[in-house]
């Protein structure tokens, strides 16, 4: 690592000899080889973010040894590029190179890095701190087009399947038969399935991710490329459902050659209870093959349903790395604050800690910032409020069953 020298620059000013180097570590290292790890993802987000950057490690001769693409945000802390649409993130390089959380910190002059899926197959920034999470992904087999990857999962609940295809026999009576659509020109269509999104995040209180104007300028950015990645590079990807002439569901988000991450899922309103979303899903990995897709990477989270379509599952970790300085270890205490008793026996804490993270991920004014904490608040008081009891019923200290921790429905 002494060999090593680092630039920082922003993402715009990437040259193409590194861009091409980049990609080559990561076509090496199948783990590395999310789109959200190559510099496509990153110059799309610096196009949209000033405060976008990348830190490269070079050997004497000035050729790139390593990648770390981050957001440095005020007061010193880092968080990963495009967070929270970074679903994974990671020091990309050929092997291990003798760097650490200490030496990235002091070359990037940062006091904190928040990690929220980190990848590190070469163990850089590992740590008895962080803490692991599963990933789902669908990755077929060689030579398997996506119908021998569903006939296992039939094979291990075919009741399950028998509820898709009866979801899927539903739609069909109501609308006309089911297809699915790669949307890479109808900005209709795209604007209908993030307008949906949206109406499920107001009606279940959740962060209005899609508000931030650099986060649509982002997916539109992406929208944009999608010809692009149908010839096997990166762009943006909008897989839809339709039933008859209806847009019933769809996904959208970002792929690179085989390996599609969508981010936003979503379904018409008034078919949440069809199963539309299901069918979706079940339809898009019968058509993998005749999408050109291997991967069809779902990310960690929602387990529930995740699990319903995956066998294959990756961990990645989360927590914070600080500096061994006092703005670390300020920051160190900030972070633990929030576990010490007696908040850590609050079910509420975790969901308000996590809430205001998203908000200062995703607002880059104060004014957005304070916008969400208001809608935090309002949102915490309607669930409150929809807890209380009405006159005549008993109240949560009287009744026979103990009451329900708020833990588990915000958000």
Same mark, same amino acid.
């Given at each position: ?23 080559? #570590? ?6 590395? $080889?999310?789109?959200?790890? +190559? ?43 495009? =967070? ?10 050929? $092997? !291990? &190179? ?9 070359? %990037? ?10 990848? !590190? ?5 590992? $740590? ?22 569903? !006939? ?40 209908? #399935? ?6 499920? #995040? ?24 999608? +010809? ?6 990166? $762009? ?19 792929? #690179? ?5 969508? /981010? ?9 209870? @069809?199963?539309?979303?299901?069918? @979706? ?12 897709? @291997? ?15 995956? =066998? ?27 576990? %010490? ?5 609050? +079910?509420? %804490? ?15 004014? /104060? ?28 109240? &949560? ?15």
């Amino acid at each position: 690592m002494s060999d090593l020298k680092v630039e920082i620059l922003h993402p715009d000013a990437l040259a193409p000899a590194d861009q091409a180097a980049w990609r080559t #570590l990561q076509d090496a290292t199948p783990a590395l $080889g999310s789109p959200l790890l +190559g510099p496509d993802f990153a110059q799309a987000v610096g196009a949209v973010r000033k405060d976008a950057r990348i830190a490269i490690w070079r050997e004497s001769s000035g050729a790139p040894k390593a990648f770390f693409a981050y957001h440095r945000r005020p007061q010193g802390f880092g968080r990963p590029i495009g =967070a929270p649409f970074c679903d994974y993130h990671a020091v990309v390089s050929g $092997g !291990d &190179l003798g760097l650490d959380a200490t030496a990235i910190l002091s070359a %990037t002059k940062l006091k904190a890095f928040r990690l929220s899926g980190l990848v !590190d197959p070469f163990g850089v920034l590992g $740590g008895a701190d962080l803490v692991h999470h599963t990933a789902y992904r669908i990755a077929l087999q060689p030579g398997d087009a996506g119908l021998a990857h569903l !006939d296992g999962l039939k094979a291990s609940s075919a009741n399950r399947f028998k509820n898709f295809r009866r979801y899927s026999k539903r739609l069909e009576q109501a609308f006309g038969p089911v297809r699915l659509v790669v949307e890479d020109t109808d900005s209709t269509a795209f604007e209908r #399935l993030l307008s949906w999104k949206r109406l499920q #995040l107001a009606r279940t209180g959740l962060h209005d991710f899609l508000r931030p104007a650099w986060v649509a300028g982002l997916m539109r950015r992406l929208f944009e490329t999608s +010809g692009a990645a149908a010839d096997g590079r990166f $762009g943006g990807l909008t897989i839809n459902l339709y039933a008859g002439d209806h847009h019933v569901a769809g996904h959208f988000g970002v792929r #690179l050659g085989g390996w599609y991450h969508p /981010w936003i899922g979503a379904t018409a309103p008034n078919l949440e209870a @069809h199963g539309a979303g299901f069918v @979706h899903q079940w339809k898009a990995v019968e058509a993998m093959g005749s999408l050109g897709l @291997h991967t069809y990477d779902l990310g960690p989270g929602s387990d529930h349903w995740k699990r319903l379509f995956t =066998a294959d599952a990756v961990h990645v970790a989360s927590g914070l790395i600080t500096a061994p300085t006092l703005g670390g270890r300020l920051a160190r205490a900030g972070d633990r604050f929030w576990t %010490t008793p007696p908040l850590d026996r609050i +079910g509420l %804490t975790g969901r308000v800690r996590n809430r205001l993270d998203q908000i200062a991920t995703l607002e880059t004014a /104060w004014s957005g910032r304070a916008q969400g904490v208001l809608a935090m608040a309002a949102a915490l008081e309607r669930r409150a409020a929809s807890r209380r009891p009405q006159a005549g019923e008993p109240s &949560l200290e009287t009744a026979d069953t103990p009451a329900q921790p708020l833990e588990g429905r915000i958000a």
